[in-house]
């Protein structure tokens, strides 16, 4: 079958680390492994950006799974884990229902600020896909650097309480693992990208963003079966989005 999920007996626990991605893309590390950090100096983020950890109680986490290459989309999957961590957050702290969202295709925004982000990375090697997932989230602070402070926030306002983020990644891996499962089945995808449509910060919002070298205009009509985002000019013409770009927003 050639699938590795994460398991919850091979995490590791690191003081200070320039990459958790980097960390577990060693080769000696084996596929299902995981590994969380208290401070990052380095980390990686999307199209080739740092990711800031941010306030004293962060997440900084990455995982290593292996999946036959054929089986899923990778922006799917991308999008999923996004759902994961959300899902993941209501669990523990049900008052965010009323302000975090998913921006697709995979942060985690409370209101309109960002407060988590997601890097999918893949290898492939004989019909199979190696993936890193890596994770950031801004649990609580106190302080917002200036430069982020109209982009970034706390998903909390208050410290996190005794034990409970450690609770909170040994079922942060058991929502991963599902979203890969739900990647099997017809059915469970469309009821999934549902759930995400109905928690997405874009949802019937009008976007603004660049393809093919010009800017395009539209309202957002949904997700597709694949992670893209489909939207509407008001042309009437139709555009599938696989990313964003630097000059994507909401209008």
């Known amino acids: 079958m050639g699938y590795q999920l994460l398991k919850l007996e091979l995490g590791n626990r690191l003081e200070s680390v320039k990459s958790t991605n ?3 893309q060693n080769p000696n590390i084996p596929f299902g492994s995981w590994v969380i950090a208290w401070e990052q100096t380095d980390g990686k983020g999307r199209a080739g950006n740092v990711w800031r950890t941010l306030g004293e109680d962060p997440l900084v986490f990455s995982g290593k799974v292996q999946i036959p290459a054929v089986e899923i989309s990778l922006p799917l999957f991308s999008l999923f ?3 994961a ?3 993941t957050i209501l669990s523990f702290f049900p ?4 302000d975090c969202t998913i921006k697709w295709p995979n942060d985690i925004y409370r209101r309109e600020k960002k407060v988590g982000g997601i890097l999918i990375e893949s290898e492939y090697l004989n019909g199979l896909f190696g993936i890193t997932i890596g994770i950031g989230l801004n649990f609580y602070g106190t302080e917002i650097p200036k430069e982020l402070e109209s982009k970034a926030t706390f998903l ?3 410290p996190l309480g005794d034990s409970i983020s450690e609770r909170f990644t040994a079922e942060l891996v058991e929502r991963i693992n599902f979203s890969l499962i739900t990647l099997l089945d017809q059915g469970q995808i469309l009821k999934e990208l549902v759930w995400i449509e109905s928690n997405s910060l874009l949802k019937d919002k009008v976007i603004e963003t660049e393809w093919n070298e010009k800017m395009i205009r539209g309202r957002v009509l949904g997700i597709d079966e694949m992670g893209f985002l489909l939207i509407m000019t008001e042309s009437g013409e139709k555009f599938e989005l696989l990313d964003t770009s630097p000059k994507f927003r909401i209008v």
């Not at 008052?95 to 009323?98: G, S, W």
Request: glycine share 12%.
């Open 156 to 158: 909390l306002d208050a």
């Open 22 to 24: 980097e960390w577990i």
């Open 85 to 87: 961590v959300l899902k």
């Open 81 to 83: 884990v996004g759902g």
């Open 95 to 98: 008052e965010r229902k009323e």
